[in-house]
């Protein structure tokens, strides 16, 4: 078959005014991970009308739907993230959050929108055979015990069987409407270690008599930052930043505990085993050198998103065909991380990156806002992918 057989971003110019009304409706009613009642309900009431089976409350507030056409026997899954951030917004928009404390501000509102509009096109033509299967997911910003987790522990592979997934995420910086894609490693590890300090606290004057815990935090601030350009090959990524560092109250006592928190990112399980064990290595015996002791309490985030090699390859296809060579780029290793992950280890499949705009404001940023020009061109491109992946 030609790809002109298959969805195009034209077949969704008369529904531009439409996904652009649900997507500033979804920014304006913003819930928090495993908040997202109204949101769930109102994408679940979508797929009803539109003829799919759908699956409410998976793992939390996720809904699953699924359509089967003719007798292909393949299946595809399509994820959609759907939760906001604690963040106060200041865009000033008219459609602009109406609830304080809470936005949109990595673009859910959008990935959302584009994901039903893709489902209404595949309903409505149904020019596939085989199943697909559409992922709402919740609670992707909980930073641990995610909505990917909780609809994997709810049975999410057993209850909807598919065999590969693909995932969206837009990418503030590229021009909209232009896709970036990577095989292998896309996404970092996040994980986020707390060390706390015991020492002997004393007066200020009379250092020789106590073990002040705050050198021994500055000592081991200064020493992580050789953990990567040491112990890790340069030929690999990886990020140790110590973020905060806390200890005494005033200026003439040397107190008892000092803490510092660090985010640690990498992007391969033999990377973050390394900056684990060299980490605990490094604080337990700059601590002993002191005469302190230290607590470690290691809490591991999201793993590595890895894009498979064929599906990576499949849907840079797709989206070549869709928006032309020249709009589809090398996406870079992102520091960032993503639950997305957690499907990735046991599907085969890719988290595409679509553009946002070249001005537009960085994820999580009071002032960022999800490109309306960009949802034609992601809901196309969601059916024509599943119309390539169970073609007739």
């Not at 928090?32 to 679940?44: G, H, I, M, P």
């Not at 939390?60 to 007798?71: C, D, E």
């Not at 992922?135 to 609809?151: C, D, L, W």
């Not at 894009?307 to 989206?319: L, M």
Request: hydrophobic share 40%.
């Amino acid at each position: 078959m030609t790809s002109n057989n298959f969805a195009s971003i034209s077949d969704f110019k008369d529904k531009e005014a439409e996904l652009t009304r649900i997507r500033r409706h979804f920014h304006a009613n913003p819930e928090l991970s495993f908040e997202e009642r109204e949101t769930a309900d109102y994408v679940a009431k979508c797929l009803e009308a539109w003829g799919y089976e759908v699956t409410r409350n998976v793992g939390g507030h996720g809904v699953v739907a699924r359509l089967t056409q003719g007798s292909g026997g393949r299946s595809i899954a399509i994820r959609a993230d759907m939760d906001a951030l604690p963040i106060t917004e200041e865009t000033g928009l008219a459609y602009a959050s109406t609830k304080p404390g809470i936005m949109h501000a990595c673009g859910h509102d959008g990935h959302t929108t584009i994901l039903l509009g893709a489902a209404e096109y595949l309903a409505r033509t149904r020019h596939f055979t085989g199943t697909v299967i559409l992922i709402f997911q919740p609670a992707e910003e909980a930073g641990k015990n995610s909505g990917a987790q909780a609809m994997i522990a709810d049975g999410l592979f057993e209850r909807f069987p598919f065999d590969a997934i693909f995932g969206l995420h837009n990418h503030p910086g590229a021009p909209a409407g232009s896709f970036l894609m990577r095989p292998g490693p896309l996404m970092a590890a996040g994980d986020t270690v707390t060390i706390t300090i015991t020492g002997r606290g004393g007066h200020a004057s009379r250092p020789h008599l106590a073990v002040d815990p705050i050198v021994v935090a500055a000592n081991l601030v200064m020493t992580l930052q050789t953990v990567v350009s040491r112990s890790i090959s340069p030929t690999e990524t990886a990020v140790v930043t110590v973020g905060t560092i806390h200890g005494g109250t005033v200026s003439n006592v040397i107190p008892e505990r000092a803490e510092i928190k660090a985010s640690v990112r990498s992007f391969s399980p033999e990377v973050r085993h390394t900056l684990e064990e060299r980490i605990r290595t490094i604080a337990g015996a700059t601590a002993e050198a002191h005469g302190a002791t230290v607590d470690i309490d290691w809490e591991r985030g999201y793993p590595v998103v890895i894009n498979s090699p064929a599906e990576t390859g499949f849907a840079t296809e797709v989206v070549t065909e869709l928006v032309g060579e020249a709009n589809v780029s090398e996406c870079p290793l992102i520091p960032g991380s993503e639950d997305f992950a957690y499907f990735l280890e046991h599907k085969p499949g890719c988290l595409l990156r679509l553009g946002n705009g070249e001005n537009s404001a960085f994820l999580h940023n009071p002032r960022y806002d999800f490109n309306d020009s960009s949802l034609t061109t992601g809901a196309a491109m969601w059916a024509r992918l599943v119309e390539r992946y169970l073609q007739l």
